[in-house]
């Protein structure tokens, strides 16, 4: 069974501009979360949603970050414009269910220079 | 907001030792996850407990979901070196409105060979 998929891996970009990242669950997964994750830190919940549909987006800076899963499947996370406290590893997750097994990708490294 | 306090921070052990890690929280939660996550990868799910009491093993690795549903931890025995790596618990309260998962702040163990 194929895993949680994003893209890039690694990204590098300077204040101000413009970056996004991409996520496609495991097949079937109607729970889809993005985490933040400042280094030596455990990951923090930026946004979850249950099928298309948000469920808890209370913890994303929303002057900045955006995030939309059109058709209930793949995600996609933006943040515009960039700030240096961004720099950060973007993981994506995914679960069959909204309470249980949350299944994670490898992550997006973000820099912001 | 649910907070949730992972010990120790650190270990340093010989390979062949046990290991015990736990995490509390001032909260009550109905599922406890734990997760193991190497260097530039995402987090890999290693157990998860769902109820009061349960105590779930995983090859060398035993999970315990505390009684007062308020905190959890985690055994490894045996050590081997490629269990080096950041461990993190996460509570999760249940249903969509609540199913955020919340982390740790890791441990980090090294095997000495």
């Known amino acids: 069974e194929a895993g949680v998929a994003q893209s890039p891996r690694y990204k590098i970009i300077e204040k101000r501009q413009s970056v996004a990242f991409w996520c496609n669950p495991i097949s079937g997964h109607a729970t889809l979360y993005w985490y933040q994750q400042i280094l030596g830190q455990g990951p923090k919940l930026l946004i979850q949603f249950q099928n298309n549909g948000v469920v808890d987006d209370s913890q994303l800076p929303k002057d900045r970050f955006s995030a939309e899963r059109l058709k209930g499947v793949d995600s996609t996370l933006k943040i515009q414009p960039a700030k240096l406290e961004d720099s950060a590893v973007y993981l994506c997750?995914?679960?069959?269910?909204?309470?249980?097994?949350?299944?994670f990708g490898q992550g997006t490294r973000l820099t912001v220079v | 907001g649910q907070q949730l306090n992972q010990s120790p921070q650190s270990m340093f052990i010989q390979e062949g030792e046990d290991v015990s890690m736990n995490c509390t929280s001032s909260s009550i939660f109905n599922t406890w996850l734990w997760y193991k996550q190497d260097p530039g990868e995402g987090p890999v799910l290693l157990i998860a407990?769902?109820?009061?009491?349960e105590l779930t093993s995983n090859g060398r690795l035993t999970a315990q979901f505390g009684i007062t549903r308020k905190d959890s931890f985690l055994n490894i025995s045996a050590s081997i070196p490629s269990d080096v790596g950041i461990y993190f618990c996460a509570g999760q309260l249940g249903e969509t409105s609540g199913s955020r998962l919340t982390f740790g702040e890791g441990t980090q163990l090294t095997v000495n060979p």
């Open positions: 407990l769902y109820k009061a009491g």
């Open positions: 997750a995914s679960s069959l269910l909204p309470q249980g097994k949350a299944f």
